[in-house]
């Protein structure tokens, strides 16, 4: 159930960028994450009990949160009419720019790269060591090991099922969502690296996803030019 | 296309600008604020030890700052 719970959370990170950001670069970051888990496992196997969750949370989450403010304030300042919901050109010169100033083949997103590797190595790292923990000290690593990797297959399957539904959901809500859900697991992995005890464990999270979808739409309300006809508009 | 810096440079020099777009970019307010959140928090949690207090300012600094930026962005479209 915990390494579910993890799980979980690993995806809902790598939906969100998939479906906003692209999910080439999305499963890039997912499958360098395993790697990279699968190369400390072999490497350093029961002694990654010790390593500094607490630390890795905090400096995850820090990341997170400066991005989902971020991308928050576009998505805010898009529903509010302030800045152009999708600039066409815009994207059109700055790709163009971007393909020639690249190498072949390095058109990557490292955005997306960057945070579906992040979410999934540390939720991953946290299921490792959920095992390792659980599991030697019932001497019981090996069933351990093998309840993880159902969890992992349920939890992959629902995801699959999930995706195909929002696809159907508009761009920017889409935005709002992912900005909302980043902020929220920013807020709480800042947290917990900084050792705050949030009431009700993981189900914090869900209130965090309420309160931040609220500030949303008060926000919106509020920026909203009371004319509509005269367009103002924003650089940033 | 003969780049005179060495391989090297311009890998860490293409790594800090990246982290610099990512974690900076346009809006380099909500970069300072995070680093006063996890400050301020860190001073409530870890050496006052009240949770309840952290738990609360934590979300509520978020969206302070979150609301301060989007306040000066949409001031600034409305000026022009």
Redesign the interface.
Request: glycine share 8%; hydrophobic share 55%.
């Given at each position: 159930m915990a390494c579910a719970v993890e799980m979980v959370e690993a995806l809902t990170i790598v939906f969100a960028v998939g479906h906003t950001r692209g999910w080439r670069s999305a499963f890039e970051g997912v499958g360098a994450a395993l790697v990279a888990l699968t190369a400390l496992v072999a490497a350093f196997g029961p002694a990654l009990i010790h390593v500094p969750l607490t630390w890795l949370r905090?400096i995850v989450g820090?990341?997170l949160?400066?991005?989902g403010?971020?991308w928050?304030?576009k998505a805010?300042?898009r529903s509010?009419g302030?800045?152009a919901k999708h600039d066409e050109d815009a994207i059109y010169q700055e790709t163009v720019a971007e393909l020639q100033n690249s190498a072949p083949g390095a058109n990557r997103d490292?955005?997306a790269f960057?945070m579906a590797f992040k979410g999934v190595f540390l939720e991953g790292l946290e299921v490792v060591i959920t095992v390792l923990t659980l599991g030697t000290s019932a001497h019981r690593l090996g069933l351990a090991a093998v309840t993880a990797a159902v969890a992992l297959i349920i939890v992959a399957v629902i995801g699959a099922i999930v995706a195909k539904q929002l696809s159907s959901v508009p761009e920017n809500a889409m935005k709002m969502s992912v900005g909302v859900l980043l902020?929220t697991y920013?807020?709480f992995w800042?947290?917990e690296g900084?050792?705050?005890?949030?009431?009700g464990n993981d189900t914090f999270l869900l209130a965090?996803v309420g309160?931040?979808a609220v500030?949303c739409w008060v926000?919106v309300t509020l920026?909203k030019?009371k004319n509509p006809s005269s367009p103002?508009?924003?650089?940033? | 296309m003969n780049d005179p810096q060495p391989l090297v440079i311009r890998l860490i020099k293409g790594f800090g600008m990246?982290w610099w777009d990512?974690?900076v970019?346009?809006?380099p307010e909500?970069?300072v604020?995070?680093l006063v959140?996890?400050g301020a928090?860190?001073l409530i949690?870890?050496s006052w030890h009240a949770?309840t207090v952290?738990?609360v300012a934590?979300?509520v600094l978020?969206?302070l700052?979150?609301?301060i930026?989007?306040?000066r962005?949409?001031d600034?479209?409305?000026r022009?």
């Amino acid at each position: 159930m915990a390494c579910a719970v993890e799980m979980v959370e690993a995806l809902t990170i790598v939906f969100a960028v998939g479906h906003t950001r692209g999910w080439r670069s999305a499963f890039e970051g997912v499958g360098a994450a395993l790697v990279a888990l699968t190369a400390l496992v072999a490497a350093f196997g029961p002694a990654l009990i010790h390593v500094p969750l607490t630390w890795l949370r905090l400096i995850v989450g820090g990341v997170l949160l400066i991005f989902g403010m971020q991308w928050l304030r576009k998505a805010i300042l898009r529903s509010s009419g302030l800045k152009a919901k999708h600039d066409e050109d815009a994207i059109y010169q700055e790709t163009v720019a971007e393909l020639q100033n690249s190498a072949p083949g390095a058109n990557r997103d490292r955005i997306a790269f960057v945070m579906a590797f992040k979410g999934v190595f540390l939720e991953g790292l946290e299921v490792v060591i959920t095992v390792l923990t659980l599991g030697t000290s019932a001497h019981r690593l090996g069933l351990a090991a093998v309840t993880a990797a159902v969890a992992l297959i349920i939890v992959a399957v629902i995801g699959a099922i999930v995706a195909k539904q929002l696809s159907s959901v508009p761009e920017n809500a889409m935005k709002m969502s992912v900005g909302v859900l980043l902020v929220t697991y920013g807020t709480f992995w800042v947290g917990e690296g900084l050792k705050v005890r949030w009431p009700g464990n993981d189900t914090f999270l869900l209130a965090f996803v309420g309160i931040y979808a609220v500030v949303c739409w008060v926000l919106v309300t509020l920026i909203k030019p009371k004319n509509p006809s005269s367009p103002v508009k924003v650089d940033a | 296309m003969n780049d005179p810096q060495p391989l090297v440079i311009r890998l860490i020099k293409g790594f800090g600008m990246f982290w610099w777009d990512f974690l900076v970019g346009d809006t380099p307010e909500l970069f300072v604020a995070a680093l006063v959140i996890i400050g301020a928090v860190s001073l409530i949690s870890e050496s006052w030890h009240a949770n309840t207090v952290a738990v609360v300012a934590l979300p509520v600094l978020a969206i302070l700052a979150l609301s301060i930026s989007v306040k000066r962005a949409s001031d600034a479209a409305k000026r022009k």
